[in-house]
């Protein structure tokens, strides 16, 4: 009669289980959280407090403290400083409208290549996806030339007919950057991780993929859908190459670009904080308002990958 042998398992150590709860783990990490804080927020701070203040007030208090506190003679006057001196309401109205389309049809575009090579199989799907992310590698500015020369040879349709060029509109600051490769990455990541048993009854219920798309899969992803807004929502707003590149016109211009008409005459560094503090506003609303679903996706994304 032969007896089995077991193997003791190994016991953790009260010590080591608990020494993420020892105090001094615990303030230094607390300590850490701080410092990262500080140097991420110091400079949102600075921009916030000085844009009540006055130019000579600005640079008396860049050797003190006094640089990130809201003390001494605090007035509204840049801000309406920066209606005097810029159409501000066009240029926010122009970054919404670029934003806006460049987030909803990035979604739609980026979601359903996705879908397709997530859940549809095919030959060459391992290809293409490869393709894809090695546009990642490519850097905008080395693509901006020859983007810049066909986007002026396309076709367009307006109200005068059948032009050329897409030259000084608003579909040139929105069409070639509705397909991401980085957002089809996430939202590849996040389809994958979607048991496809789900998909195979739907498919014995007679529903197509475009059905198994729109009511299946998407509904289940909405922290990939927060994250590919906010990414895709950022560089949107952000965008000062590009358009400073392609529109001439001011009534075409994103807020962004109209940062250079306070760099011009007279320089007022207090207006200057005011219009960075209002036109970052939307993006800090965003993230706050996403930012749990932000963060749910890139660690399921960074889990599955």
């Given amino acids: 009669m032969s007896t089995a042998t077991h193997t003791p398992k190994a016991k953790v150590p009260p010590a080591a289980a608990g020494a993420h709860n020892h105090p ?18 110091l400079p949102l701070v600075f921009m916030i407090v000085s844009s009540f203040k006055p130019d000579n007030q600005i640079f008396a208090d860049l050797a003190s403290i006094n640089a990130f506190l ?20 066009r240029f926010m109205l122009n970054s919404i409208i670029v934003s806006v389309f460049t987030v909803g049809l990035g979604l739609l575009v980026n979601s359903m290549a996705a879908f397709a090579l997530s859940r549809i199989q095919f030959r060459g799907q391992k290809i293409i996806l490869t393709v894809i992310l090695a546009t990642l590698i490519v850097p905008f500015e080395t693509m901006a030339l020859p983007l810049l020369w066909w986007s002026n040879q396309l076709p367009w349709i307006d109200a005068n007919g059948l032009s050329q060029g897409w030259l000084d509109t608003y579909q040139i600051q929105i069409v070639p950057f509705i397909a991401n490769a980085f957002s089809i990455y996430l ?38 859908v927060a994250t590919v807004a906010i990414l895709t929502f950022l560089p949107a707003w952000n965008s000062y190459l590009w358009p400073l590149m392609v529109v001439q016109s001011e009534e075409l211009r994103p807020a962004m670009v109209g940062i250079d008409y306070f760099k011009q005459l007279n320089v007022s560094w207090g207006q200057i904080m005011a219009y960075a503090t209002i036109i970052t506003a939307p993006v800090l609303a965003l993230f706050i308002s996403f930012q749990r679903a932000f963060i749910s996706s890139i660690a399921s994304s960074g889990v599955k990958g």
Avoid: C, H, K
């Avoid at 990490?29 to 927020?41: H, K, M, N, Q, T």
């Avoid at 809201?70 to 309401?89: I, K, M, Q, S």
């Fill in 24 to 41: 001094v783990v615990r303030a230094a990490v607390a300590l850490g959280r701080v410092l990262l804080a500080l140097i991420f927020g």
């Fill in 70 to 89: 809201p003390l001494g003679d605090l007035t509204l006057e840049n801000y309406l400083g920066v209606f005097d001196r810029v159409p501000f309401a």
């Fill in 187 to 224: 939202f590849y990541q996040y389809f994958d991780s979607i048991p496809r048993e789900l998909d195979e009854a739907a498919r014995v219920d007679g529903a197509n993929w475009f059905r198994i798309y729109r009511s299946v899969v998407m509904p289940l992803a909405g922290p990939a």
